[in-house]
């Protein structure tokens, strides 16, 4: 690797805390290091990534383009503190925030990705959503050092015939609509466009809801600013709170205080949620 970068976040940051669920079929997390494969001018690069104990953030890869656009997946310079600062009272997620302080929602290597992940999670468990993406990818995408892959770019997945993402695990209805999508929008354009616009675009779009559209402004986008509306996780966090069954539409009153970080609100509900942060008792008083 010929090209090293050091990193001081803007504002707290935790890559551990970030990167702890970010591996996939494009990148491992293990032990502190992140390794991610990354497709720069039709080479595959590898860039690597890992923080020390006073904060920096060091990226080392096979070029400076490649560090870049490491330091972007990992939203580095997306300082999150108004966000802190706006739910530090908060009477649901306040201590949740305050304990996770250095999360930020770690970033796919293409819009294409989050579309396809978007796609691959709908009404699924987390994991085996997972498992259906990585072999997708693999399958389709071109392989690195480590036996890790490029992220899908639209035209990979665009040339496609869905009966072939059938056959590697995706519903025929899914992969139809995913290709259609893919072959009629310039999915990286997307990255120009303001995210209300970007909403109303994709929410025209027979098979992707809420979620999905979630996942594709979080993850593929980098915005804060809309959540996942229709979550598995945020709709058991609901149940339990209301103590009744909800359904997907109902989250979004869940995530509505939150305004323009609805986003980050989402990661931080569903991670304070898996680890018992979240203060219900408080949030029903208010």
Known sequence: MSFELAVTPRGPYSLSLSARLASDATRTFREGLLT???????????????????????????????????????????????????????????????????????????????????????LIEAKRARRLEQTIVRSLCAEGPGRLHVAPTGSDLGALAPSQLRRLGLHARRGAALVRLCRSLDLERLHDQPTEAIVRRLGRERGLGPWSVGVVCLEGLGRYDHGLVGDLGLIKLLRAMRGREVDGAETAELLEPYGEWAGIASVYLLAGYGRGLLSFDAAEAA
């Open 36 to 122: 991610q494969a990354l497709a720069v001018d039709g080479r595959v690069e590898t860039a690597r990534a890992w923080q020390s104990p006073g904060g920096s953030v060091t990226i080392r890869a096979d070029s400076a383009a490649s560090a870049e656009r490491l330091r972007w997946l990992l939203a580095l310079d997306d300082d999150h503190s108004g966000f802190l600062l706006a739910v530090r009272d908060d009477p649901l997620l306040g201590h949740a925030s305050r304990q996770l302080r250095g999360l930020r929602p770690v970033r796919v290597g293409t819009v294409a990705q989050a579309l396809l992940r978007a796609f691959c999670g709908q």
